[in-house]
């Protein structure tokens, strides 16, 4: 799970007549970032590294090494109380209520429409829920979430903590060498987690919270750990000659060959969980028994089909397709691009958009306006390059 909404300025803007000065803020490893050569960019109202050496290469290294990437933007929150994981249920379409401690789930925040507020990840950390949001929404989802929860469950917003991300084939091996430490016993050490299995773990006297999880497509791991310990940690990972730090575009660029949607690009409030591609989201029981936001229009869709669908796109040549870009078929408008850019990994231009269902299917053959000029485009199915994450304890 990414973010992408619009960032916060430093400017002075007005509203009516009175002028309002929004605050950028900075993340803990600010000042490492910018020690390492970091290219700093406003994004998600902090000030945070687009590129170090170059987005193809930091985007190439995590394929094949590992890359770290600072999301201590991201909004770390903790459910808890009596009933908090069936309370959860009636505002996301997942099955919380039936998470095992240490067990993560992919989820997503409707509003009354069933449109998406947000995507999220949700970890049941035995005593509490503990849930991970975008940053550039984070507050409106605190606000959405404590005016919907009862009022006898209690959320917190952790604003002190750090979340890091080590992606790539040789993330596993770079933290298995770091001495951490599981901090209950019957945890596996940190290698024998698998996908979207989480715990307790100690490193150095610092407590992590680790979970085997990413948006890159690749296996690896995202850890939380105190604001104050971020630094030494993040030193110790790129002491190791398979780490590297990667900046915001590789970010990106990973997650969209990994198919992945961004929040503010691809999802939105006037999208929904079947037009997404993310009806897996929507598990089993809650199939049956519904009792989310939008349920009813929801579930029949999943029935009927969506009128719109989003899906992957390969153009032709080198020139790529960028958010917003009109998409035809035959000369008749059927969709917009929402994410779009070169693929290193790929060695093309790729996208995803949405268009009319008709025209969803793999193998279409579409047309995207780019600057004037229509160039070829082909659906394809998703994910662009293929995901590598380990489901199995080795």
Same mark, same amino acid.
């Given at each position: ?5 619009? =960032?916060?300025? @430093? %400017?002075?803007?007005?509203?009516? *007549? /009175? ?5 950028? +803020?900075?993340?803990?490893? $600010? ?105 550039? =929404?984070?507050? @409106? %989802?605190?606000?959405?979430?404590? *005016? /919907? ?5 209690? +959320?917190?917003?952790?604003? $002190? ?12 091996e770079v933290l298995t060498r770091l001495g951490i430490k599981p901090a209950v016993d019957g945890l596996p050490d940190v290698g024998g987690l698998v ?5 307790p773990y100690e490193w150095n006297g610092v407590p992590l919270g680790i979970s085997r999880s990413g948006y890159t497509g690749e296996d690896g791991f ?113 969709g917009v691009v929402t994410s779009g850019g070169f693929a290193p990994s790929v060695g093309g231009p790729i996208a995803m958009g949405y268009v009319a ?38």
């Open positions: 799970m990414t973010d992408g909404e619009c =960032v916060m300025s @430093d %400017d002075t803007i007005t509203e009516g *007549e /009175e002028a309002v000065a929004l605050e950028v +803020l900075t993340l803990p490893l $600010d000042a490492w970032h910018r020690a390492k050569g970091a290219r700093m960019v406003e994004f998600a109202g902090y000030h945070m590294p687009i590129q170090y050496e170059g987005i193809m290469a930091e985007h190439l290294w995590t394929r094949e090494n590992a890359g770290l990437f600072d999301v201590s933007h991201m909004g770390q929150l903790q459910i808890a109380g009596e009933g908090a994981a069936e309370a959860l249920e009636t505002l996301v379409p997942g099955d919380i209520s039936v998470l095992k401690p240490g067990r993560m789930r992919y989820s997503l925040l409707l509003n009354e429409e069933g449109g998406i507020l947000d995507d999220l990840m949700i970890t049941n950390a035995g005593d509490h829920l503990y849930v991970v949001v975008n940053g550039a =929404v984070k507050h @409106d %989802d605190i606000a959405h979430l404590r *005016e /919907e929860l009862p009022d006898d469950i209690t +959320l917190n917003y952790d604003e $002190d903590a750090a979340l890091l991300a080590l992606q790539g084939p040789k993330a596993v996908f979207m299995q989480a715990g995202e850890i939380s750990l105190p604001a104050a310990a971020a630094e030494a940690f993040a030193d110790a990972l790129t002491a190791a000659p398979e780490v590297k730090p990667v900046g915001l575009g590789a970010r990106d660029s990973l997650r969209l060959e990994a198919g992945l949607p961004l929040y503010g690009h691809d999802l939105s409030p006037e999208t929904d969980p079947v037009e997404a591609d993310l009806g897996f989201a929507i598990s089993k029981r809650r199939r049956l028994e519904g009792g989310f936001p939008g349920a009813v229009d929801i579930l029949a869709e999943l029935v009927d089909g969506a009128k719109r669908k989003r899906v992957g796109l390969t153009l032709e040549g080198k020139q790529p397709a960028r958010e917003g870009a009109d998409i035809y078929a035959g000369g008749h408008h059927v269902t008709e025209q969803s299917h793999p193998g279409t053959i579409l047309e995207i306006e780019v600057r004037g000029k229509r160039l070829m485009a082909t659906v394809v199915p998703m994910p662009f390059v293929p995901h590598k994450y380990v489901r199995k304890a080795v």
